[in-house]
């Protein structure tokens, strides 16, 4: 048996699981950072100063819930 431990990144790119409360802290940019290749890249370095062996992004391809009898909103909005 191996002794060796891999870390994995979890990630969802989605604004409600990586942005919970960043309204609150000024300097908190994930949200914004979420749009743009510097923010994955930091991620991407940070993660490989921590020796992580992978980074795992998940999908999200749908809404979890209806609204109204409808999904008309999760897809205008962007909601997942």
């Known amino acids: 048996m191996s002794r060796h431990m ?10 409600i699981n990586h942005s919970a409360m960043s309204w609150t802290d000024p300097e908190d940019d ?3 950072g979420m749009a743009g290749f510097d923010h994955w890249t ?3 370095k940070t993660l490989e100063r921590g020796c992580f062996d992978a980074a795992f992004f998940a999908d999200t391809p ?3 819930d209806w609204y109204k009898d409808s999904l008309d909103d999760y ?3 962007g909601v997942c």
């Not at 870390?7 to 989605?14: A, D, N």
């Open 6 to 15: 891999h870390l994995i990144g979890f990630y969802m790119h989605s604004p």
């Open 30 to 32: 994930r949200l914004d």
């Open 42 to 44: 930091r991620l991407a």
């Open 62 to 64: 749908g809404g979890y």
């Open 75 to 77: 897809v205008r909005y």
